[in-house]
């Protein structure tokens, strides 16, 4: 959307990515609750928009509103009440994204 993204990932990322028949898509999630969380969510499908970064990688930003500022509720499953989609909120773009695979399981980070 007109804004850089720099991605990196791990040796052990690129193996992953090898054994997939179909593209990861990352989703950076920024989101508004009591505090403020960046979160990274990991789907073989999503119905979000997504842009293609290459054959085994998509990515999404979402930024969204919790659905109460219960601490034990947010810990647990963090609820999204809904999607911000003001012009400020599609402002806020990330900037980087690094990507690992460890002990089975995706992780990452992200930068504003």
Known sequence: EGKK??????ARA???FQTRD????VEMQIYFTCVVQKRILFHDQ??????TV???????????Q???????????????????TS???KRLRP???QLDFKKGAWCGEFSI
């Open 14 to 16: 690129e193996q992953a």
């Open 46 to 51: 999503c119905k979000y928009p997504t842009t």
């Open 66 to 84: 919790a659905e109460s500022c219960d601490p034990v509720e947010f810990a647990k499953n963090h609820p999204v009440a809904h999607e911000y």
């Open 5 to 10: 993204l720099h991605i990196s990932w791990t």
């Open 95 to 97: 900037s980087q994204l």
């Open 54 to 64: 290459n054959d085994s990688l998509n990515v999404t930003l979402r930024p969204v």
């Open 22 to 25: 179909i593209p990861l898509i």
């Open 87 to 89: 012009s400020a909120a």
